[in-house]
């Protein structure tokens, strides 16, 4: 099966996955069957945007907003592949 085009896809978590606040930890995690993703940076910003809504560029869009100057555009797309290859986002 092909993947979506970014410019339409609107990831969403898997149905078996949970975003969860670790707050002992101070970080955002996946909550997986039988594991847990720690997720560094601000990961669970833009995890918590897949709600199958939005498409890659409004997510984007959404944290360019949010993080002025940050390079959301460079590294977003690519970071929401990689869950999407992992089997995290649909």
Not at 13 to 26: E, N
Not at 31 to 46: D, I, N, S, T
């Amino acid at each position: 099966m092909t993947p979506p085009p970014a410019q339409r896809w609107c990831p969403a978590l898997a149905p078996a996955l949970m975003l969860r606040h670790d707050a002992v930890r101070g970080t955002d995690l996946l909550v997986l069957p039988e594991r847990v993703v720690v997720l560094e940076g601000h990961g669970g910003v833009v995890v918590s945007l897949c709600d199958g809504t939005r498409t890659v560029p409004g997510i984007v869009g959404e944290l360019s907003e949010r993080f002025p100057g940050a390079p959301v555009a460079a590294t977003v797309p690519a970071f929401l592949d990689s869950l999407r290859q992992e089997g995290w986002l649909t």
